[in-house]
């Protein structure tokens, strides 16, 4: 089994910043996606940005140039940085991770605990 711990959301006013990191332990052979949702009560989780293994990040449109997103390979863990906060970035922010089990060498999806960010105008 993988387990996600995510850490950084809370309260900021629009123009601001947060770091949100998300580390993962447990069963972990390799990790082949790591990325960022987010949801808001009614509509559906959507991807913020996100990257394979040795790929290049996407993004969706609305926060390029804004968050980048980044890893840590050696210590399994990714981060959000978020600039330029605006109020319609509020959300319930969600790490994902494809992780092969060193057991079953078979890959799996695993979320974090998720994390709110609340961006006030």
């Known amino acids: 089994q993988v387990q996600l711990v995510e850490s950084g959301g809370g309260l900021v006013q629009a123009g601001g910043s947060l770091r949100l990191s998300c580390t993962a332990s447990?069963?972990?052979?390799?990790?082949?996606?790591m990325g960022w949702y987010r949801q808001v009560p009614g509509k559906q989780r959507e991807l913020v940005a996100g990257?394979?293994?040795?790929?290049?990040?996407n993004y969706t449109d609305s926060v390029k140039g804004r968050f980048t997103i980044s890893r840590d390979n050696a210590k399994n863990t990714e981060y959000l940085q978020m600039d330029s906060l605006k109020p319609e970035d509020t959300a319930v922010y969600y790490c994902k991770v494809t992780a092969i089990d060193s057991g079953t060498y078979r890959p799996s999806d695993y979320w974090g605990q998720g994390t709110q960010v609340t961006v006030s105008s």
């Open positions: 990257f394979r293994s040795g790929g290049n990040p």
């Open positions: 447990g069963s972990i052979f390799s990790i082949d996606f």
